[in-house]
């Protein structure tokens, strides 16, 4: 029971005590207007047609099994991210199939999408499913590099994609470098390839949006490679400027590993994401993770990373 009307004097200044807290979290939320935006990054297995062995017996451009397809789909509905990069996805129909079991799964629909095509892989492809509109995409395959005294390419070029979340313009890049897979003997798991695939793209970066204007960006993808190697250094620093902070994305254990190798079973961190020193201020502390549900790499060798942005 309320006291009486001559005692209010004490009832109305404890009530706003009681109830500052509530009321300032909730003007917060109401005048301030943040936006969260959560970023994920997967490679999806070879989501295209290839040579498989399906019930113990090769088959020629069999299209990836629908065990496998359903998994990936688990995944993606259960982190639920608003902004989904993909590698190793492969012509524009089976992405447009993705992209249609995802918006028909009751999920909030990724209303804009963007694939594209690398000069030197003609199989495994990048693209991007978004709730937020595009502001600009772009994709580069003319990025040229030096390798035993011939010209080539990123495999599957770059891509960039410019978003605006609640008045903040920021950038998005997707790659995927090359696999450790090699025919060379003189440049061992094509670590060599990978580094100057990276230092191309890093370059370009570096160029158009230079350090010290402070740009807003992520950069991210299947870097096939070790945190300790020269392709992932070269996207950190250059000498004393910090270009890039690595995300750190672990599962519900704790562990960083992001791909498993069956064939000499092993487990490596070759995903990444990377934030500019503008953009980590965005960063919420904590929500970078890597999905590990039940069968997860039943649906690809990847694990797939993702982290959260206020805006």
């Not at 909030?108 to 502001?135: C, M, N, T, V």
């Not at 620093?237 to 690595?246: F, G, R, S």
């Not at 919420?284 to 805006?311: P, T, W």
Request: glycine share 6%.
């Amino acid at each position: 029971m309320f006291k009486s009307s001559g005692d209010s004097g004490e009832l109305i200044p404890l009530l706003i005590r009681v109830f500052r807290p509530f009321c300032f979290f909730l003007l917060s939320f109401v005048f301030c207007g943040g936006e969260r935006v959560r970023v994920a990054s997967y490679n999806v297995k070879n989501y295209l047609l290839m040579d498989r062995l399906v019930a113990g017996r090769w088959v020629k451009d069999y299209p990836k099994p629908e065990i496998e397809n359903s998994i990936v789909r688990s995944i993606i509905r259960r982190v639920n991210p608003d902004i989904l990069a993909l590698q190793e996805i492969g012509p524009p129909i089976y992405f447009h199939d993705l992209w249609r079991d995802l918006n028909n799964s009751g999920l909030e629909p990724y209303r804009y999408s963007y694939w594209i095509q690398g000069e030197e892989d003609e199989k495994r492809h990048l693209a991007l499913l978004s709730r937020i509109p595009f502001e600009t995409r772009k994709v580069y395959n003319e990025l040229e590099f030096s390798y035993f005294g011939e010209k080539y390419r990123p495999r599957r070029g770059l891509m960039e994609v410019e978003f605006q979340s609640n008045g903040t313009s920021w950038r998005l890049f997707n790659l995927h470098l090359k696999s450790k897979w090699t025919e060379r003997e003189d440049d061992p798991k094509a670590a060599s390839l990978r580094e100057k695939e990276a230092r191309a793209i890093r370059d370009y970066i570096r160029q158009t949006y230079p350090p010290e204007g402070d740009p807003l960006h992520i950069v991210l993808g299947d870097f096939n490679d070790y945190k300790n190697s020269a392709a992932i250094r070269r996207f950190q620093k250059v000498n004393q400027t910090t270009l890039h902070d690595i995300l750190p994305c672990r599962d519900s254990m704790g562990y960083f590993w992001t791909h498993y190798y069956k064939k000499q079973d092993s487990y490596d961190r070759i995903d990444y994401i990377f934030a500019s020193p503008r953009m980590m201020n965005h960063f919420i502390e904590g929500s970078a993770r890597i999905a590990d549900q039940v069968r997860c790499l039943e649906g690809s060798d990847h694990r797939m990373i993702y982290a959260d942005f206020d805006f």
